[in-house]
């Protein structure tokens, strides 16, 4: 199953799709012989002061890969103060903005991006209020049949009908099944020998970002609060928690215009059959062309309020691991041996760690080795703590 890494990802794939449904009569042939490329314009500035990012790219073939990246774009912001904000490229794509900036309340900016053959404008849009975090809360609880830990958030605002886009960044905890204290090399001398360890191979880290579409908005509640919303549901079974686990929650205020936005695009990811019922034609953004020889555009230029929250728990707080076993990140882990000259080689290639030494019964010691990973934690993260981990 392919996973998109990005809302770019998402709205390249979708309309390449698109552009088949469309363009199909009486049968659906998947080729892209008269494919039409769309420029695909992601751009969302915050009231963060910070090197603010805008992400361009071209839709591709159902054949391909991935989107095709904007390169030698010129991009630029103006604001209603004077201000023209000019971005460089620092990747294939990817622009940022030459000198740090917030999106100021009351100040109105509009974005303006020139290819090689047009020019697109957005339409104007305005910084947002600021917004805060009540609370992020962890509960243990049971969705669809399987018992975990739910995420959920609270917020407030004065202003009626406020919008929000969530992103979370989540660190987990690594236990490697065994702790070994000892390595072993092939020494200068070409052999074997058992060393003590040079670095922790036991507890590790990984931080992943989100790769989900999350929004919410208090547009059709009765008050304007947003009341333990699920950010996110980890099931029980899902290694991540097995020891402790943290995540931070950005909570972004955006435009109704942006919601509305995110919103299609979420019907469109979460669909259960790309060819449904549901064919609600090209997504409806704020970007459009003003200039030259232009090619179909799909974007969102909007401002963001962000706040953001912290929250830890350990598999412990909800979970017996003497009833309930913690699950582990790994699967198969069994010691084994082999001559010296076969051990020599799984150690140069990085495949296997030490795991015991048996006394010699001949001239020669046994060395029992197992799969590197079941030692070495660093191979899903990195055994250096974070700055704001706490125990």
């Known amino acids: 199953m392919k996973v998109f890494k990005d809302i770019s990802l998402k709205l390249s794939f979708f309309a390449g799709i698109l552009l088949l449904l469309t363009s199909c009569v009486e049968e659906l042939e998947l080729d892209t012989e008269n ?17 603010q990012e805008i992400k361009i790219n071209r839709s591709y073939r159902l054949e391909e890969n991935g989107p095709s990246e904007v390169s030698d774009a010129v991009v630029s ?18 622009y940022l903005s030459e000198v740090e900036f917030s999106a100021v309340p009351g100040t109105e900016y509009t974005l303006e991006v020139a290819t090689e053959n047009s020019i697109y404008r957005s339409s104007t849009i305005s910084g947002q209020e600021s917004t805060g975090i009540d609370e992020v809360r962890t509960t243990k609880t049971n969705l669809r049949g399987r018992t975990g830990v739910a995420i959920l958030v609270s917020s407030s605002d004065e202003n009626q009908g406020s919008f ?33 360890k040079t670095r922790e ?46 995540m931070l929650v950005k909570q972004m205020k955006i435009s109704a215009d942006a919601h509305a936005f995110y919103a299609t695009l979420k019907k469109l990811s979460e669909a259960d059959n790309i060819f449904s019922q549901y064919q609600p034609g090209l997504l409806n953004g704020n970007v459009q062309a003003v200039e030259g020889n232009a090619e179909k555009v799909i974007g969102v230029f909007s401002a963001a309020a962000v706040d953001e929250a912290r929250v830890f728990f350990s598999y412990t707080d909800y979970f017996d691991p003497i009833v309930e076993q913690r699950a582990s990140h790994l699967n198969d882990c069994e010691e084994f041996t082999d001559t010296h000259d076969i051990l020599k080689e799984l150690i140069s290639e990085g495949e296997v760690k030490f795991f015991a030494e048996e006394p010699p019964d001949f001239p020669a010691t046994t060395y029992f080795v197992i799969s590197a990973p079941c030692v070495d934690c660093n191979y899903f993260g990195t055994n250096v703590q974070p700055d704001f981990w706490i125990e």
């Open 77 to 94: 912001i103006e604001s209603s103060n004077g201000e023209d904000i000019l971005f460089y490229e620092a990747s294939p794509g990817i």
């Open 164 to 196: 929000y886009k969530y992103l979370y960044e989540e660190t987990y905890k690594i236990v490697s099944p065994y702790e070994k204290l000892w390595d072993l090399i092939i020494n200068e001398e070409g052999d074997l020998e058992v060393i003590e």
């Open 201 to 246: 191979e036991y507890i590790c880290y990984n931080t992943q970002p989100s790769e989900e579409l999350i929004i919410s908005g208090t547009n059709e509640l009765s008050e304007n609060n947003i009341n333990d919303y699920l950010v996110k549901f980890i099931a029980r079974d899902n290694y991540k928690m097995s020891w402790r686990y943290s």
């Open 35 to 51: 494919f039409e490329s769309i420029l695909i314009v992601e751009a969302v500035i915050t009231d963060e002061v910070k090197i």
